[in-house]
């Protein structure tokens, strides 16, 4: 089973639509969660830590739900400058800082 | 804002011949690292470094892999003696690792391709 298991898309939504990934992993002592977005052939972006109370930055909300190993990204009122792939990130506990990376989601934004 | 940068952006050498990648980290971070993305694969840790020493490593990063923070600001990655399956794209990361924030910023990367 993989580590960090994401949806690998595509999402094709049109501009104003509201998108949710999802991702889980396997680890339940993982500590830290994060989401990066990452452009083709660009380096991975932090776009927001994850906290287990939630938390949101402008048109992006993240969750976490420890008991399911579980972690959101919701983006409202889409724009063409989101599509990207959104990589679900963790780690693993507090004896290690490395990240693992999911695979991604890709998000395509059309007009 | 500050930011980590890679130099070079693009590396071409010939398998078995040795390349450098260098790095300048984030100036106030504490905490380095050196991860790769085969293309059309997810971003995978190689190795993290601390206080002048290697704190962690991945089981890619064998012997034909060092890596070094030879002054102040820059750290590097160098492979030995390169093989085909190196070809990737290598990200540098850096974070200020206090307990605020351990988020790592990573700088745009250097293609290598291993002909």
């Known amino acids: 089973r993989k580590e960090v298991e994401q949806d690998p898309g595509p999402f094709n939504v049109p501009e104003g639509a509201t998108v949710a990934f999802n991702c889980t992993y396997s680890n339940s002592a993982s500590q830290s969660f994060f989401w990066y977005r990452q452009d083709c052939r660009k380096e991975p972006k932090l776009l927001m830590s994850?906290?287990?109370s939630g938390n949101e930055d402008g048109r992006f909300t993240a969750q976490l739900n420890r008991a399911s190993q579980y972690i959101s990204l919701l983006i409202r009122d889409s724009k063409l400058s989101d599509s990207a792939t959104y990589l679900c990130v963790v780690i693993r506990s507090y004896n290690t800082d490395k990240l693992i990376f999911g695979t991604g989601t890709r998000l395509q934004v059309f007009p | 804002e500050p930011e980590v940068t890679q130099t070079p952006s693009h590396q071409v050498t010939q398998m078995g011949q040795e390349v450098i990648l260098r790095c300048v980290p984030i100036s106030n971070h504490l905490y380095f690292y050196w991860y790769r993305q085969i293309l059309g694969q997810k971003v995978e840790f190689l190795v993290s470094f601390y206080n002048n020493e290697i704190s962690e490593k991945s089981e890619i990063f064998d012997d034909q892999f060092s890596v070094e923070r030879p002054d102040g600001s820059n750290f590097t990655l160098k492979i030995r003696s390169t093989k085909l399956e190196d070809s990737a794209m290598y990200f540098c990361?850096?974070?200020?690792?206090?307990?605020?924030?351990?988020?790592?910023?990573f700088g745009p990367g250097t293609r290598l391709t291993v002909t």
């Open positions: 990361a850096s974070t200020k690792g206090t307990s605020s924030s351990y988020e790592q910023y």
């Open positions: 994850v906290y287990s």
